[in-house]
Structures are given as structure tokens and as C-alpha cells.
Nanobody, 120 residues
Framework: VQLQESGPGLVKPSQTLSLTCAVSGGSITTNYYYWKWIRQPPGKGLEWMGT???????YYSPSLKSRTSISRDTSKNQFTLQLSSVTPEDTAVYYC?????????????RGQGTRVTVSS
């Protein structure tokens, strides 16, 4: 399975960050796999942000739930992260990944990551 993130590298404070993960070599509707977004701020560890399941159910980190939305396009085999009202603290490398556990930073496969900077 290959995953590839895409989206803007620079976002202004208060705007909405939108990233897309294109998946190949596997289907996002395959049972028992959980498609997730993870991020790593500079100098910090990995943080689980949210997950969308093979049936389209979503789960979010409590600390980010009010600002996060994950959706999918099964016809394109891709899923999308939206993070609203961003601040410089949201500056991080963002990864899309797939694994067998819903709400962790663990994964079986992961994209190479995309660096997002929040700055005016």
C-alpha cells in the first residue's frame, strides 16, 4: 500500500488547513483497516489526529475534535483532513497512514509526510 499526502505547505493563522491522502495498492473500503492522520510538530513526538474507518466512521483526538474533520472519496480512493482555525502551534509534518488500531500513532504503512507551516 502506498500513501501520498498533498496540500499547501504554508497556511495563514485562522485559516483552514486541508490535506489529501491518495492511496494506491489497496482500497480505503477494505475491512479492518483504519486510515488515519498523524502529525509531528518540530522537536516533538507523533500525535494521532483522527481516523476514518473502512465504512466511513470517524474518530478524533479529543484535543483536536472541535477543529478536525476527516472525509473520504471512495471513487478516487483518497481521504482528506481539514483542520480549522490553525495557529503556529499547528506547524508540523503531517502524515497519512493506515493501520489496524483506531486511535493510536501506530501504522502498517505511512506516507512520506508533508511539512505544513502556519505563519502570516
Amino acid at each position: 500500500v502506498q500513501l501520498q499526502e498533498s496540500g499547501p505547505g504554508l497556511v495563514k493563522p485562522s485559516q483552514t488547513l486541508s490535506l489529501t491522502c491518495a492511496v494506491s495498492g489497496g482500497s480505503i473500503t477494505t475491512n479492518y483497516y483504519y486510515w488515519k492522520w498523524i502529525r509531528q510538530p518540530p522537536g516533538k513526538g507523533l500525535e494521532w489526529m483522527g481516523t476514518i474507518t473502512s465504512s466511513g466512521s470517524t474518530y478524533y483526538s479529543p484535543s483536536l475534535k472541535s477543529r478536525t474533520s476527516i472525509s473520504r472519496d471512495t471513487s478516487k480512493n483518497q481521504f482528506t483532513l481539514q483542520l480549522s482555525s490553525v495557529t503556529p502551534e499547528d506547524t508540523a509534518v503531517y502524515y497519512c497512514a493506515v493501520g489496524k488500531v483506531v486511535a493510536t500513532t501506530g501504522y502498517d504503512y505511512r506516507g512520506q509526510g508533508t511539512r505544513v507551516t502556519v505563519s502570516s
